[in-house]
Structure formats: C-alpha cells, structure tokens
Antibody
C-alpha cells in the first residue's frame, strides 16, 4: 500500500533554509487528482497546513508562509520536497507529508488527508 | 481564512461512555469537514471525511454529523484505544486548509 516517508536534517540554524523530502512508495506521485501536502506541528501544539502541490505541479501555500516556502516534485524519484527559508525558532516542529484530494471520482476516494508519513522533527537552533 | 473552533479543549470520560466533540466554523464550510485522531508520537489518522463519511477501516462507533458551521464527532462507547486528541479540518475554502485547535479525550 502507499507509504510516505519524510527525511531531512533534524537541526537547522536560525536564518538558514529548512529542506525536507517526502519519499512515496507503493504508488505514483503523478496519480490523477491528488495533492501532496505538508503539515507541521510545533511541540505540544496543534496542526498547521503549510502548503500542497497538485499532481499537475500547481502549488498552494499558506498565506503566512508564502514568502518563505517552496514545494516541488521530482517525478523521477517519486518525491516531494519543501524548502522553508529564513527559519526561526517558531519553525521548530514535527513536519508531516500527507496525501489529499478535493474530489470524489471513485468509490475509494476520500477527500481529506488520508495517508500520512510518520513525521520528522526539525529543531531550529544555533 | 476559515477558523475552526473545537470544544471542549479536554473531555474527561471513562471507557464505555459516549463522547461528543464539537467543531464550529467561522463561516459555512458546507459538508467539507474532516476529523482526525492523533495519539502521542504518531501521525494523525483520518476518521471522517465530508462531515459524516467514515474513512476506510474506521470502526462504526465513530460517527460524524453536521453541515454549514456546526459539526459533531461522536464516539458511541469509548474503547481504551480511543483516548487521544481529535482535530477537525476544512477544505471548503482554501488556501489555506485549516485545522481546529483539537480536543483531548482523556481517561477520567
């Protein structure tokens, strides 16, 4: 079955760029109708959506992060990546990648974040 | 931006009791609301999508209802594994996709 796995540095210095990759196995990143999203969760706090990329390549970002975030896909590697520039301590969080969709075409379609990676903790500190 | 407000923040109940969790939207989200369960150290798990549809493999004791601005997640009889944090999330108007602040269901 489809599995997502986040990877990247666990420690990033303030003002530098956070870079994470989500590797997808058991399915194609180009599957029609799906978005690949990033959600983060600061320690002890709730969930925050930071951005998504559609299978066609269109990107959607949180307005609060729009100036600092870039999400891209590498179809040859079946990976989605996120870069967040000029990080501060407020960017310290567990970062999750997750699949979602907006439409229901087939009986198996679930229009929500239906498959999640296990998450990766990123700490911003000098 | 659609703001989702969940209540109560914490629900203290015993196994076997009924849990009723609320999610209120700052504007109508039609039925485009999902519920997730998150246990410590784990990723969230989809429970309900489009307000009332159980996700694959979710037990029947979980049910969702509501439309517009007021939504409810009901757990008919709490099992020990149901003690967790629950989040609602809307996809009606985005970006941004937004989540509620969460309700923690704890053992009384």
């Amino acid at each position: 079955q489809l599995q997502l796995q986040e990877s990247g540095p666990g420690l990033v210095k303030p003002s530098e760029t956070l870079s994470l990759t989500c590797s997808i196995s058991g399915g194609s990143i180009s599957s029609s109708g799906y978005y690949w999203g990033w959600i983060r969760q600061p320690p002890g706090k709730g969930l925050e959506w930071i951005g998504s990329i559609y299978y066609s390549g269109s990107t959607y970002y949180s307005p609060s992060l729009k100036s600092r975030i870039t999400i891209s896909v590498d179809t040859s590697k079946n990976q989605v990546s996120v870069k967040l520039s000029s990080v501060t301590a407020a960017d310290t969080a567990v970062y999750y990648c997750a699949r979602h969709r907006d439409t229901v075409v087939g009986v198996a379609d679930q229009p929500a974040f239906d498959i999640w990676g296990q998450g990766t903790m990123v700490t911003v500190s000098s | 931006e659609v703001v989702l407000t969940q209540s109560p923040a914490t629900l203290s109940l015993s196994p076997g009791e009924r849990a009723t969790l609320s999610c209120r939207a700052s504007q109508s989200v039609s039925s485009y609301l999902a519920w997730y369960q998150q246990k410590p150290g784990q990723a969230p798990r989809l429970l309900i999508y489009d307000a009332s549809n159980r996700a694959t493999g979710i037990p029947a004791r979980f049910s969702g209802s509501g439309s517009g601005t007021d939504f409810t997640l009901t757990i008919s009889s709490l099992e020990p594994e149901d003690f967790a944090v629950y989040y609602c999330q809307q996809r009606s108007s985005w970006p941004p996709l937004t989540f509620g602040g969460g309700t923690k269901v704890e053992i009384k």
